[in-house]
Nanobody, 121 residues
Framework: QVQLVESGGGLVQAGGSLRLSCAAS????????MGWYRRAPGKQRELVAR???????NYADSVKGRFTISRDNAKNTVYLQMNSLKPEDTAVYYC???????????????WGQGTQVTVSS
């Protein structure tokens, strides 16, 4: 069993910063790409940022230049540094990870439980 546990959400004023963390634990052989998604009230879930095991990144246009995704492979953890936050960044943020459990060719996608980020104007 693999678990992803997010932390770091909260309430912040517009222009402020937050850092989200997501730690994977359990029966892990290796982790591939990891990502952050968000779901705002009344909207569909959207990709925020993604990082491969080699460190290549991509971002949603709405967060480019403000958010930075990084990972610590030794700790099986992915981070999202969010700066210059805007009210429209308010959402539940979820992390995910592609996990290989047995060292074979099977990869499984796991999700965290979500953490609320609220940006006040």
């Amino acid at each position: 069993q693999v678990q992803l546990v997010e932390s770091g959400g909260g309430l912040v004023q517009a222009g402020g910063s937050l850092r989200l963390s997501c730690a994977a634990s359990g029966s892990i052989f290796s982790i591939g790409a990891m990502g952050w998604y968000r779901r705002a009230p009344g909207k569909q879930r959207e990709l925020v940022a993604r990082i491969t095991s080699a460190g290549s990144t991509n971002y949603a246009d709405s967060v480019k230049g403000r958010f930075t995704i990084s990972r610590d492979n030794a700790k099986n953890t992915v981070y999202l540094q969010m700066n210059s936050l805007k009210p429209e960044d308010t959402a539940v943020y979820y992390c995910n990870a592609a996990v290989n459990i047995a060292g074979d060719n099977n990869w499984y996608l796991y999700w965290g439980q979500g953490t609320q980020v609220t940006v006040s104007s």
